[in-house]
């Protein structure tokens, strides 16, 4: 089974443009595919005018919104 | 030795009573940590407006150093006697503990007050005298670092009177639960807890009275260092870590991300955060080796102030261990606190802040440090 890990900046500017939102997020989603979500958090991504931030594979998307959230999920676990 | 003690007070009212007639204050000078406990006849506003009138008389004199004698006759002569039961409408007990370790208490009919070493009770001699045809029973102790002082109500010690126990929990009772008072409670808080939960359960969770429990423990002053923000001057970066690493004897606390980052650079060390979001209101925790407490910035450090100000009002810190509840209970329990602030503005929080309403860094700081030093509690701030 397919895994990805997603890490959540939650420094002040993410965490006030939306940090928290994006992880109820992944409250919602069907268990099968919340238990193939791993999550971490980190103080900065250094891209912070640009919030909330979320890397996956080493790759730091910007400006994430919940159901970008979701489509890149999908796209990590296809 | 220089001495001081933590404190912590638990309350809870009467059965069907909004407000508690117990009241607890507790006033900290340079030298001096003075607790009081004063019990309104009764319950409910009236109880309540009888014990704030006590502590405040009481906390207001000895302030301001006047003798105990005339703080106790001044509270002699102006609370009235019930005409009904022929009682004083407020008792009291009052505790001073010196940073010298000697204390004194003095109790005007409040339930012996505790002092625990070792787990084991320690022996008081206790004196009476007649002040104000008021009789005050008082006693003076040397304490040491580690001991524990419990003052309660007589809520507490008549818990459950009538009800679950024919002659009320009583001292004895009381301390049948507490076989080690000194080394089972990481906190004075816990204790105090702890020993509210006795009387609850004993008056079946429906308190017959009201009852407060303040739990001391005695320990040396503590030191807080704080470092937040990255310095103006990146070359500067390491001056601000090591100046925080060199406070040896000082806990030693980190508030911001990249001020974390910075750390966590310099010191070679591996930054981790913590995966709680205890409070949606404040970024989680992190963890970096030799640091004890790491927070996110100005979010934190603006809520830090709002709880800090709650508690200086009279309120309460939460039970609570978000970042902001953490640093706040770190910095008010300080004697000394050395604030270590990075003068560097991350223009991407100025709009932020802005519709948030948020105090910038250096402001929050200031509001941070005037609170403190009402407080008694001595205050550096170095800017970088």
């Known amino acids: 089974m397919k895994n990805v890990t997603l890490e959540f900046c939650v420094g002040t500017a993410c965490h006030m443009k939306g940090a928290p939102e994006l992880l109820a997020v992944l409250d919602l989603m069907p268990p099968e595919i919340r238990s193939q979500v791993q999550i971490s958090f980190t103080h900065c991504l250094e891209k912070c005018g640009d919030g909330p931030n979320v890397r996956i594979g080493g790759v730091v998307y910007s400006s994430v919104t919940p159901e970008r959230l979701i489509e890149l999920v999908k796209q990590q676990l296809s | 030795m220089r001495l001081t003690a933590d404190v912590g007070v638990a309350r809870g009212s009467k059965h069907k009573e909004e407000i508690c007639g117990d009241v607890v204050q507790v006033v900290r000078t340079p030298h001096k940590t003075t607790v009081i406990v004063s019990d309104g006849l009764g319950s409910g506003v009236k109880a309540n407006i009888m014990a ?16 105990i004698d005339h703080v106790i006759s001044t509270i002699a002569d102006t609370l009235p006697t019930c005409r009904q039961r022929g009682l004083a409408y407020a008792t009291f007990s009052i505790l001073q503990l010196r940073d010298d370790g000697n204390a004194k208490l003095y109790e005007y009919d409040a339930p012996t007050t505790f002092f625990f070493r070792n787990d084991a009770v320690l022996p008081v001699a206790r004196d009476t005298r007649i002040v104000c045809g008021k009789k005050i029973v008082e006693a003076s102790v040397r304490l040491q670092e580690d001991d524990v002082i419990l003052l309660v109500t007589d809520g507490v010690v008549h818990a459950g009177v009538g009800q679950s126990l024919d002659l009320g929990l009583g001292e004895e009772g009381l301390l049948h639960f507490l076989p080690t008072p000194c080394s089972s409670w990481s906190t004075p808080e816990l204790l105090a807890d702890f020993v509210m939960h006795i009387a609850r359960s004993c008056y079946c969770d429906c308190l017959g009275d009201d009852c407060s429990v303040v739990a001391l423990r005695v320990r040396q002053p503590r030191k807080v260092a704080v470092l937040t923000g990255p310095p103006l001057d990146p070359d500067k970066d390491t001056v601000i870590v090591n100046a925080l690493l060199a406070a040896t ?32 209101r404040v970024p989680p925790v992190a963890y970096l080796p030799s640091i004890d407490l790491v927070t996110e910035g100005v979010l934190t450090l ?8 709650l508690v200086h009002d009279g309120g309460e810190f939460p039970r609570s261990a978000d970042a902001a509840t953490l640093l706040a209970r770190q910095l008010w329990s300080a004697e000394e606190v050395v604030f270590l602030v990075g003068k560097s503005f991350n223009l991407a929080h100025a709009n932020i802040e802005e519709i948030m309403q948020l105090a910038p860094r250096q402001y929050a700081i200031s509001r941070i440090v005037t609170l403190l030093n009402r407080r008694s509690i001595r205050t550096e701030v170095r800017y970088f």
């Open chain 2, 52 to 67: 704030t009138l006590t502590t405040r008389i009481a906390s207001g004199l000895l302030e301001r150093d006047v003798p």
């Open chain 2, 249 to 280: 004897d000082a806990v030693k606390v980190v508030c911001g991300g990249t001020s974390a980052k910075i750390v966590e650079r310099v010191m070679g060390a591996k930054l981790e955060t913590s995966l709680e979001y205890v409070d949606p």
């Open chain 2, 302 to 309: 603006n809520r830090c102030y709002d709880l800090l100000r």
